[in-house]
């Protein structure tokens, strides 16, 4: 049976022939939302571990004992041979040129490890970075570099109120960047924003669209405590998506997105203690297995409603 959309792990298998799992790494990053540079606060959903929870436990480690780490989780799962390396917390091209070339090419040199996912921000992609990212592609033509860019809303009035910190306009010229080396771009876009409905999210599918990205990453908004986005949510200045809202945006989103683009994500993980809501998220099972119910049902699959 045809898949209903385009799965990350499918283009995988299509493509290396084998399952490949993600090991999340933490690289000791920062953040320009965080160091004062644009802000001290972050962004009003981000936690103080900035998306890296499942990251490898991390303090004193190196890369390579950090993927080697990784590596150990996976001993009981028949799996292939190969594995991506994630640079997840933080910003993870924020920092001097030398540095960063350092931790990529410790990950690239793994010989377990097929490529490497960086997910930064698109203002944090200067010309050394750029140039970097140019050199290593050739160095490693036989291993991927990918990058995931945190756009989540193409909505100027929302990205104001998560506190982004860049225009769209900065996302649009990163993704140029990134297509003229010939680097795959994965973008991350959140489904229940304070304030989006339906419409707001297809603005942000058809963004995707135009640009003909690489990946997308339909995170559901987890709401996590000591954030001030959970200060908003227990003052009740907005509401959590009920299992039943987010799937009927999710089938949406997914119906208008190119069937070219791979997806990585279609829910999301929120750390069990530090999730305010919405907790039937937690059972991510369930949600992927009413989604693929949902999608059956009513004949939904990836591209239904794309049109070129």
Request: aromatic letters at 10%.
């Amino acid at each position: 049976m045809k898949p209903y959309y385009y799965s990350i792990s499918e283009y995988l298998k299509n493509t290396y022939g084998e399952k490949i799992y993600k090991i999340a790494l933490d690289g000791g990053f920062s953040c320009p939302n965080r160091d004062g540079t644009l802000d001290t606060r972050g962004c009003i959903f981000c936690s103080k571990g900035g998306s890296g929870e499942f990251a490898i436990h991390t303090k004193g480690l190196t890369i390579d004992e950090q993927i080697k780490a990784g590596l150990s989780l996976f001993h009981e799962k028949k799996t292939g041979n190969r594995f991506i390396a994630y640079f997840q917390a933080y910003t993870n091209t924020y920092g001097p040129v030398s540095r960063l070339n350092k931790l990529y090419r410790e990950a690239l040199l793994h010989p377990s490890i097929a490529g490497i996912s960086i997910a930064t921000r698109p203002d944090c992609l200067g010309g050394q970075v750029l140039s970097l990212f140019k050199e290593l592609k050739k160095e490693f033509s036989d291993k991927f570099i990918w990058v995931e860019l945190g756009l989540q809303t193409v909505s100027e009035k929302t990205a104001s109120y998560i506190r982004r910190g860049y225009p769209l306009s900065v996302c649009t010229e990163a993704i140029a960047s990134l297509k003229a080396l010939s680097i795959p771009v994965i973008l991350h876009i959140i489904i229940g924003l304070p304030g989006e409905g339906m419409a707001q999210v297809l603005e942000s599918i058809h963004y995707a669209n135009q640009y003909a990205v690489f990946g997308i990453k339909l995170q559901l908004l987890h709401i996590l405590k000591n954030t001030d986005l959970a200060t908003d949510y227990e003052l009740g200045r907005f509401k959590a998506l009920s299992r039943e809202e987010y799937l009927d945006m999710l089938t949406c989103a997914i119906a208008h997105l190119s069937p070219a683009i791979t997806i990585h994500r279609v829910t999301g993980d929120g750390p069990k203690k530090l999730l305010l809501a919405p907790l039937w998220s937690l059972n991510k099972r369930e949600v992927l297995n009413s989604l693929h119910r949902k999608m059956k049902l009513e004949q939904v699959y990836q591209g239904k409603e794309f049109f070129a």
